[in-house]
Structure formats: C-alpha cells, structure tokens
C-alpha cells in the first residue's frame, strides 16, 4: 500500500530564513503524482505545489519549491524568505492512478511550522 | 476566499442520525473533491465527481454516499452517524477531470456526532 511520511511534527524557523519540510514516500508504482497543502489555524486549506513523477525539473511556485529527489523517494518543501503568515500545519500527500481511470490519494500526518519574528 | 461555499459551517447532531453536507463549486469548476479530516484518522480523500459522474473512490464508508447535480452543486449524505464521524468536512473544486492540478478548497464544515 502507499505511504506518506513526515518526519516532523513540530519546525520552528526564524523570519526571512528558509526551512525545508520533509517528506518520504513509498510506491513501485513509476507513475504518481506529489502534493503540498498548507492548513492555517483559520482551517482552511491552501494547495501549495504539485510535482509530476515524470515531471523533470522541481516544481517552484513563488517562495514554494519541492526538492523532488526519486531514488531517495522524497519530496520535500523548501520555502524561502519564511514569513510569520507561513506559521501553518502542512500537509504533502501522494497520488497513484489504481485502473479504470480511477486513483488513490494519501496524506501524511503533517509538520506544523512555527515562524519566529 | 476561494470561491468554494459549503454549508453550514457547523453541525450537531446525535449517533444514528443522517445529515447531508452542501458545497457548491467555484464558477466554471467541474470537479468536485470531498475529504475527511478527523484527529484518528489525519486527512482523507473520500470521493471525487466530475459534471455529474463519480470519478474516483477513496476512503468513502458504505454509509456515506454523494453525488453532484446538474448545476454542479455537490451534497454528502452521511448515514448511521458514530461518534467516529465527527470531524472536519472539506469539499474542493478543479476546472479539470484529473486530480493533478490545483485544488480550491471550501471552509468545511465541522461535524460534531454525540
């Protein structure tokens, strides 16, 4: 079965410096997809960043980068300049296409971040 | 705001009970995607549809069920409630079929089962 895993529950980072969120992934499958989401303490949640297996370069979106690195089998979030709006839980989920056009989508369990003026 | 209403915004009711959750999709959208989101079980994924057609099965119980109406408004039935079922219900909304591309997402509605 497919598994996201975030390592850490809890990142604090100073304002303006950049902090990489971590997240591992485990499929045989060569085809999936990788999402970031954002969660603020308001709820809502905020798509970030979408990376393609077969997408060759990193996705970036702004501040947002994903390190994608596919022998290691993660893909982490990388964002620049932290800002104290980015304080947020954050969520990286995977999706797999499971036949007949139909597909499977798994989060992790989140790393909330804390940004430190 | 993302453009994406579901109502209400808060509900609760008693175990056994049904309840049927609304979300209308941002303009031109015609993908909507439901989710779970409780304290046991994190964030779930329980079903998508797209113009009216159920496109992709997740997580969904056999006691939950939805479907997406002409103009492209979106309800979940939730039947049999347990106190399990108290969570966080978001819908989201995609211009395209496929799941790989940007999401908007409603408020959600909080579910509390007692």
Redesign the interface.
Known sequence: AQKITQTQPGMFVQEKEAVTLDCTYDTSDPSY?LFWYKQPSS?????LI?Q?SYDQQNATEGRYSLNFQKARKSANLVISASQLGDSAMY?C?M?LLVGA??????????TKLSVIP | DSGVTQTPKHLITATGQRVTLRCSPRSGDLSVYWYQQSLDQGLQFLIQYYNGEERAKGNILERFSAQQFPDLHSELNLSSLELGDSALYFCASSVKQGPYNEQFFGPGTRLTVL
């Open positions: 997809g709820g809502e949640m905020i798509f979408y393609g969520f989920a999706i056009g139909s597909y499977q989508l798994t989060f992790g369990k989140g």
